[in-house]
Every structure is written in C-alpha cells, then in structure tokens.
C-alpha cells in the first residue's frame, strides 16, 4: 500500500482531485504535492466534508474522524491509531497556518480501519459514506442481530484475583470459597450470556491461574470494544463492618473519595503476589494515562459504561446503589479501550455473601451485567457509526 502511493506520487500520476460522496452530497477537495512530492490534502476542506475535527498540542495534529482519533507528528511519517504506531508514505505537514494530510490517509487509513462506513474507489479518486448510499439503511438491517446489535463486537472479561492470589478470604462465603472463586464463576456466567447475544468474549482466565495486573488489560487489543473487571468487596473489621453492602462500577481516574481509594488500594494490593512486586496501592500521577485516555474519548466511554452496568445491576441486585466511583485501578491502566471494574457486592456482608455465592443470583448478575454491555455498544455503534472491534483492526 505505502510503496502504492509513493509510486504514484514518483510518476506524477496522483489524482488532481478526491470526491468525498456522503449524506450530504459530493464535495471535490485539490489534492496537490508537498515538498518531497507526495499527493497530499488540506486538511480543513477534508474535515469539513467528513464532519470531523482536529486539534494540536506539542508537534501533534490529532484528526478526529467518525468519533475515531488518528493522531499525526507533525513531518514525520507515521500516524498513531489505538497507541499503535503505523508508517505512512509521507508526513502530515503545516504550512502557514494549514495541515496537509498525505492521500494515503484517505485511500488506506480510513476505508480500513472504518470500512463499515467507507470505502475507496482508486480509479475515481472517490471516498464513499455507505451510510449515506442508496439502500443502505435495508442491508444495515438485515446485517444486524435480533437485539439491534452489529455482529463482530468484542469484550474481554477479566476475574479478578486467581491463582496465588485468593482476593479477600470471603468472611461470609460457603467455607473454602475465596473472591478469586466467586469472580470466576460470575465471570463464565457473564461469557455465556455475552455470547448468547452474539458478542465476542475475550477471557483473561478461564481457571484458577494468576494473571499479572499489567498483562490483563493487554487482552482488551484495538479489537476489542470493552474491558470488563469482575471483583467483589471487602472491609476490615471494624464497629458495624458487616451492616455494609452493595455494589458500585469504577472507572479509571483518580478517586475522589477515601472509599473509593481505600477500593483501589485493597485491589492494587493484589501485585504483591506477582514475583519481584510489592504492593502498589492508589496509583498516583495518573496524569500521563488520563492524558492519552482522554484523547481517545476512552474516559467518556468508560464512565458511560459503567453507569449502564450500575443501572443494570439495580435491577437485580437486593443491596444499596452504591453508584459510579473512579479510582486508580492497575488492572484499568492497561486497557488501551473503554474499561471498567465491577465490585458485586461485600464478602464481609453475609447477605451479599449469600447473593454473591448463589447460583441463580450469580445469573442474574451476569445477565444484568451483559444487558448492559449490549445497550452500551448499540450506543456506541450510534455514535461511531461502525463496530468498534472492526473499526480498530
């Protein structure tokens, strides 16, 4: 593909001009060569046509397309797309006070990694929105699954603890039952019932095996649409620490409150049993993760998702709404997509404990859980217009 473009640009054969055919109509946009010679676009004219946005800081042009965020260094040839670097024919550049892009952007970077909405035509020079075409809208349907669904969603799932690391000894669990065991059976529960509404699922663990806090979100790649962590909560023994319970969804930022840091320290803990770490706790400067979090609109997508999965878990959960915290949770710091951490409810709580180690109210968790996973990625797929997984491949 880069040898393509830069062929093309060597023989002097770029197209003069691109046509961007959407909803709104066609839109002709110059291309013209920049210093090396590589067919290139203005890039406020391209933006105008896709309604997408731009923004710069620090030599960067972050191009915003379909929600999706394609971030250029300025005069170096490669762009940055779900923190993978990939190498292009030529740079993005400035001139005066206008950023080029390389045509490439156009004939490659978007019709693949967002070939749900576009597509290419090389010979024409033409990019196409096919939501804007004729008769889309039937086959947007008929592509569709009985819950409205895309097919080619992908969650990882991840239960908590595992291994050597037993999670909290589960004071009101059936005797020898540890969190690690009870993440684990909620968390096949949620693949099953994720599965049965025709959404992919990515396990962390699928048996009793330590998993390292680092490695976990690794399994949520740029193919995957959600990070979902399964725990469950503990409180050390104090006056009237088995009245508490109830459940509440984090998402990664830094906490503001001392429950929701004493939550994060009690899970960060969990790095001890990992060879050659000592306990972490509530993870400061967490300035550099939210930075490239917010850039990727992964933060606003967290934090709705874990206010659906809140939602869904009222409907089934007999504890108090303890709702959506945020912390700095290790295991978050990783998932380079959407992530949240479910606590289900306390050990320390012999009704949670009964609710939490039964197997029809385990169900019904997952279900609520997975209910909620499918409405956020319908309004997702609203947002975006693609499937997230595919659109990050």
Not at 3 to 29: F, H, N
Not at 43 to 65: I, M
Not at 350 to 369: E, F, H, N, Y
Request: aromatic share 8%; with cysteine.
């Amino acid at each position: 593909m880069i040898v393509t473009l830069g062929l093309l640009a060597a023989l002097g054969i770029a197209p003069g001009s691109l046509t961007i055919a959407g909803r709104g109509g066609e839109t002709s946009i110059p291309v013209r060569a920049d210093f090396s010679g590589a067919p290139v676009l203005p890039a406020p004219q391209l933006l105008a046509a896709l309604s997408g946005s731009v923004t710069f800081g620090d030599g960067w042009a972050e191009v915003t397309v379909a929600r999706q965020p394609f971030r250029f260094l300025l005069g170096a040839p490669f762009y940055v797309f779900s923190s993978k670097v990939q190498a292009l024919a030529s740079p993005a550049s400035m001139e005066r006070d206008t950023l080029f892009l390389p045509l490439q952007f156009v004939a490659e970077v978007l019709p693949y990694y967002l070939s749900e909405r576009y597509r290419y035509d090389a010979k024409a020079a033409r990019l196409e929105e096919l939501a804007g075409r004729p008769g889309a809208r039937d086959r947007d349907t008929a592509e569709r699954l009985p819950n409205g669904l895309r097919p080619g969603h992908i969650v990882t799932v991840d239960p908590g603890h595992g291994g050597a690391d037993p999670g909290n000894p589960g004071t009101y669990f059936p005797r020898g039952v540890k969190e690690k065991d009870v993440t684990l059976q909620v968390s096949l529960l949620l693949r099953e019932e994720l599965r049965r509404r025709g959404v992919g699922v990515k396990m962390t663990r699928t048996s009793d095996t330590l998993i390292a806090l680092s490695d976990r979100g690794g399994y949520c790649t740029e193919a995957c649409d959600l990070f979902v962590s399964i725990h469950v909560n503990s409180l050390a023994r104090r006056r009237g620490y088995t009245e508490i319970r109830g459940f509440e969804t984090f998402f990664l930022a830094e906490a503001k409150t001392e429950d929701a840091a004493r939550v994060a320290k009690m899970e960060n803990d969990a790095v001890r049993f990992e060879a050659g770490q000592e306990a972490v706790g509530e993870l400061g400067g967490l300035d550099f993760i939210l930075k490239d979090l917010q850039l990727n609109e992964h933060l606003r997508e967290s934090a709705r998702a874990a206010e659906l999965v809140q939602r869904g878990l009222k409907s089934v959960h007999t504890g108090p709404d303890k709702g959506v915290k945020q912390a700095g949770f290790m295991v978050l710091t990783t998932a380079r997509r959407p992530a949240i951490l479910v606590e289900l409810g306390y050990s320390t709580n012999p009704q949670d404990g009964r609710l939490l180690t039964q197997r029809s109210s385990q169900k019904a968790l997952a279900a609520a859980i997975a209910g909620s996973v499918v409405e956020y990625l319908r309004e997702y797929e609203r947002k975006v217009g693609t499937v997230g997984g595919e659109g990050a491949r």
